[in-house]
């Protein structure tokens, strides 16, 4: 509850904190600054939650970037909030400097990062996205943590109260704006205005705010010197933020092609990630990116595919299921062999099955695998589908599922999934499971080989050398050509007897593997074995 006429502490205020001249009545100014406080604490926090989002996008593992952002942050807050001590006396005007360079470095802070990543190639670097992202952090928590104390003194100006009733009314107006803030970030500026325009429009706002208190509101506290700077500063600020949106697309398209190269042909946000096509046309080769993150090469896709699937095969399969899998790829090597009566594809994204059953070259490089009446397709996540799947019912399982080591998939990848998926198998089925790269992440590989044991599976290892295509298809989406993964992990599992790592004589040969090659490729893998890893579950992941 706000107490406008609490009594003040025992005392004389100091000289400079003496009533302020307001163009107001002492109510209506101290409701002016409390929105101004709900206007910045909102603002504050889509500038946290934009810096985690974009770093989560840029350098992957959501997890470290949440961490690093909020306690740098955090930490910064408590030393802006020292800091600001100093300028109480001019605490007009030291509130509109401090807004307007924080509307500058939040609103901007996107756009730079998003800069930083398509154009320097030193990821690990001192000027690298790491670097960026802490400084911005650490940045912005200073500014921010400089805000409370001056709004404090200012509203002291209006009417002097007790403190305790004057923090209780400026902690209010600042949590219910982080509330709104919070929400309007993921479900309003992130699918209407994406995160370059949505943090452009909160510098904006932010500007707009502290600009319109202290100009009008304490206007008569500030020296006309004072006056002009802060309105020539802020109305640089906002020219400067204008103009970044206005040429925000041709930004974007700039490094979207920095990034990709000058083939991209197909680039959509959807609900769920970021698609970007390229080549695919006059003899170029097809390249699918999911966030960023190289999920399809067309100079080596089949190699991977025929891979995935074709061991799995060797053996009774005439229902197939695929978890992810929506590009069609692993759909069209199920395909070719015989005997197969029903295919189920369960991927997430709607937009990437659109585009193979519908974009020319992807079509083409599946096989019009969707086309086919066997194939059925369902929207969903993996996770949710298998808890409601039909037992017993599946011959073959096909996890082509994203790295295990991406925050968002290593539920895909827990005890409690392979468990789920083990009850879906008919007598006598087959698991196989896209474990990522040996050479690179072996621990990471035999945690799911340890995780599909505790589920109670039998496991076989196997891996095939890639090409490199110099870009990150793991979670660090900031490693550079020389550490990008070379080879592909693979494990075929059973529930009760270790399955035979095969290819079946009847059925149509593969066109980049042989039988003797893949027993080379399991015992080079399992030549890398860490044994005592423990298994990763929804409240322990391991990656």
Request: proline fraction near 7%.
């Amino acid at each position: 509850m706000i107490e406008p006429h609490a009594p003040a502490p025992p005392g004389p205020p100091p000289d400079w904190a003496g009533p302020a001249r307001l163009p107001v009545q002492p109510d209506t100014g101290r409701l002016l600054v409390l929105a101004c406080v709900f206007v910045c604490a909102a603002c504050g926090l889509v500038y946290e939650l934009e810096l985690v989002a974009l770093a989560s996008y840029l350098i992957g593992d959501s997890v470290t970037q949440a961490s690093v952002v909020l306690s740098v942050m955090v930490f910064a807050m408590g030393i802006g909030s020292l800091g600001a001590k100093r300028l109480r006396w001019r605490a007009a005007a030291g509130f509109g400097a401090i807004e307007a360079i924080l509307a500058l470095v939040g609103g901007s802070s996107a756009m730079a990062l998003y800069a930083v990543f398509a154009w320097t190639g030193g990821w690990g670097g001192l000027w690298g996205p790491r670097w960026l992202l802490v400084a911005f952090s650490l940045t912005i928590g200073l500014l921010i943590g400089a805000e409370v104390p001056l709004l404090m003194e200012l509203i002291q100006r209006i009417r002097r109260q007790d403190a305790g009733g004057v923090v209780a009314d400026l902690f209010a107006a600042d949590y219910v704006g982080a509330l709104v803030g919070g929400l309007a970030f993921p479900f309003l500026l992130l699918p209407l205005l994406g995160q370059l325009t949505g943090a452009l429009i909160t510098g904006a706002v932010n500007a707009i705010a502290g600009g319109a208190l202290v100009l009008g509101l304490f206007r008569r506290d500030l020296t006309p010197r004072a006056r002009c700077l802060l309105l020539v500063a802020n109305l640089t600020v906002l020219g400067l933020l204008a103009s970044a949106a206005a040429l925000v697309d041709d930004f974007e398209r700039a490094a979207r092609h920095a990034v990709y190269g000058k083939d991209v042909r197909v680039a959509l946000q959807t609900g769920i990630q970021e698609v970007v096509l390229t080549g695919g046309t006059h003899g170029r080769p097809l390249d699918l990116f999911l966030d960023g993150r190289l999920r399809v090469s067309g100079r080596d896709e089949l190699r991977y595919h025929e891979a995935l699937v074709h061991p799995a095969m060797d053996g009774p399969h005439a229902r197939v299921l695929i978890l992810g899998g929506g590009d069609g790829l692993a759909a069209r090597e199920v395909l070719r062999h015989f005997g197969v009566h029903r295919v189920d594809v369960v991927e997430l994204d709607p937009e990437v099955v659109r585009l193979a059953r519908h974009d020319p070259a992807l079509s083409r490089l599946n096989g019009h695998a969707f086309d086919d009446p066997r194939v059925r397709e369902t929207t969903a996540d993996a996770f949710r589908w298998l808890r409601t799947a039909p037992v017993s019912t599946y011959d073959v399982i096909v996890a082509d599922l994203p790295d295990p080591g991406i925050t968002a998939s290593t539920k895909l990848y827990s005890e409690e999934f392979y468990g789920l998926a083990r009850r879906a198998l008919a007598p006598g089925g087959r698991l196989v499971v896209h474990a990522g790269p040996v050479a690179t992440r072996p621990r990471a590989f035999w945690t799911v080989d340890a995780t599909l044991h505790a589920a109670g599976l039998r496991t076989v290892p196997y891996r095939v050398s890639g090409r490199d295509a110099g870009f990150a298809a793991g979670p660090d989406r900031s490693v550079g050509a020389s550490r990008a993964p070379r080879d592909w992990g693979f494990l075929l599992a059973a529930a009760h007897a270790r399955p035979r790592l095969a290819l079946d004589p009847n059925q149509p040969p593969p066109r980049t593997l042989a039988g003797p090659l893949l027993g080379s490729d399991a015992r080079a893998a399992a030549a890398t074995r860490i044994g005592g890893l423990p298994a990763s579950t929804l409240v322990h992941p391991r990656y």
